[in-house]
C-alpha cells in the first residue's frame, strides 16, 4: 500500500482536487468548516499534508496513528553533494519575496471577500511549505 493510500485511508470527508491530491477533513479538528487538510502525493512518492486550520503535521500524523515515516514509501537517496550544498542568505531572501507576493495576493482577494480558487489554494499550500522550509534551513 503507497503512503498516500495509508494516509488516506485514515482520513473522513476524503475529496479528490486533481490527480494525486485530496482535500480531507483534519483528524485534529475535525475541519466542521470546509476541508482545510491538503493531501498531496509527489512524483516520487512523498506524501506532503498541510492543515490550513492550523494543526501541526505531526499532530495530525499522531492522530492518524503515524510517523513522519510514514510520509515516505520508501527513504529518500541523497548523496553527499545535495547534503553538503550551501544556499547564499541571498538567494533564500528572494525565494520568501516570491512567496511573500503570493500570499499578499491571495490574502487581499480573500480581504475583498472573493473566493479563490483551488488552484490558488493549492498554491498557498506550497507558499506555505516553502517558508516553513526556508526557515528550517536557515536554522
Not at 110 to 119: G, H, K, N, V
Request: some cysteine; aromatic content about 4%.
Amino acid at each position: 500500500m503507497s503512503a498516500a493510500a495509508r494516509i488516506l485511508d485514515r482520513l473522513v470527508r476524503v475529496k479528490p482536487t486533481r490527480p494525486g491530491s485530496w482535500a480531507a477533513a483534519c483528524p485534529c479538528c475535525e475541519s466542521r468548516k470546509g476541508r482545510p487538510l491538503a493531501v498531496k502525493e509527489a512524483d516520487d512518492g512523498r506524501v506532503l499534508i498541510h492543515a490550513f486550520c492550523g494543526c501541526t503535521t505531526a499532530d495530525v500524523l499522531g492522530r492518524l496513528g503515524l510517523e513522519v515515516s510514514d510520509l515516505f514509501d520508501k527513504p529518500l537517496e541523497h548523496t553527499k553533494s545535495t547534503l553538503h550544498n550551501k544556499v547564499a542568505a541571498s538567494e533564500v531572501l528572494n525565494a520568501l519575496s516570491t512567496e511573500a507576493t503570493v500570499l499578499a495576493v491571495i490574502a487581499s482577494d480573500l480581504l475583498d471577500r472573493r473566493s479563490i480558487s483551488d488552484e490558488d489554494y493549492q498554491r498557498l499550500a506550497v507558499t506555505v511549505q516553502r517558508v516553513t522550509a526556508a526557515a528550517d534551513y536557515l536554522k
